[in-house]
T-cell receptor, first 110, second 112 residues
Framework: NAGVTQTPKFQVLKTGQSMTLQCAQDMNHEYMSWYRQDPGMGLRLIHYSVGAGITDQGEVPNGYNVSRSTTEDFPLRLLSAAPSQTSVYFC?????????FGEGSRLTVL | GENVEQHPSTLSVQEGDSAVIKCTYSDSASNYFPWYKQELGKRPQLIIDIRSNVGEKKDQRIAVTLNKTAKHFSLHITETQPEDSAVYFCALEDFGGFKTIFGAGTRLFVKA
């Protein structure tokens, strides 16, 4: 099993551009989530989903959209990138409490 | 919303010494408290967890204690080794079980 797969690993955007971070898991987990990691601030929850068709906001949802059309996929969309969204993004799926993270996507917004 | 405070932010110990990281929280309804380790450039990975019906849990050199009355939980690493050097995050799962909230992290340095 590949676990949780994120793409791309690195991305540079200009302010105002849009992009989608892809996340896929092959463990048949119902729960998936997106976090951003910034120095000194830990991992902050952006959005999460408890199953296909169900999403909800986390701690820092502004500027991000998500959808969950299948159990496997949970993409994160930035509609109009801002420098404040420069960060490392982690997707995770969850089973009985434990989070399984992808390798992360490093996004730089200029 | 739920808040988790983690201390210290940086911890430096000599190889063989013990390290203790403490977290406090505000939501008394939380029942699940995991700890994650993140090595440089890698993804966070679960190292130990504890549920609210248990006061202490141990796995080889690491242990976690939970005091629900005082709303704090701690990670204890004994006989530290250089490979223990990493960032450690405490976390908790909210009462509904849908959100895992993290502390800000502790960067542990183990000096050989």
């Amino acid at each position: 099993n590949a676990g949780v797969t994120q793409t791309p690993k690195f991305q540079v955007l200009k302010t105002g551009q849009s992009m989608t971070l892809q996340c896929a898991q092959d463990m048949n987990h119902e729960y998936m989530s997106w976090y951003r990691q910034d120095p000194g601030m830990g991992l902050r929850l952006i959005h999460y989903s408890v199953g296909a068709g169900i999403t909800d906001q986390g701690e820092v949802p502004n500027g991000y959209n998500v959808s969950r059309s299948t159990t496997e996929d949970f993409p994160l969309r930035l509609l109009s990138a801002a420098p404040s969204q420069t960060s490392v993004y982690f997707c995770a799926s969850q089973s009985i409490g434990e989070l399984f993270f992808g390798e992360g996507s490093r996004l730089t917004v200029l | 919303g739920e808040n988790v405070e983690q201390h210290p932010s940086t911890l430096s110990v000599q190889e063989g010494d013990s390290a203790v990281i403490k977290c406090t929280y505000s939501d008394s309804a939380s029942n699940y408290f995991p700890w994650y380790k993140q090595e440089l450039g890698k993804r966070p990975q679960l190292i130990i967890d504890i549920r609210s019906n248990v006061g202490e849990k141990k796995d080889q050199r690491i242990a976690v204690t939970l005091n629900k009355t005082a709303k704090h939980f701690s990670l204890h690493i004994t006989e530290t080794q250089p490979e223990d050097s990493a960032v450690y995050f405490c976390a908790l799962e909210d009462f509904g079980g849908f959100k895992t909230i993290f502390g800000a992290g502790t960067r542990l340095f183990v000096k050989a």
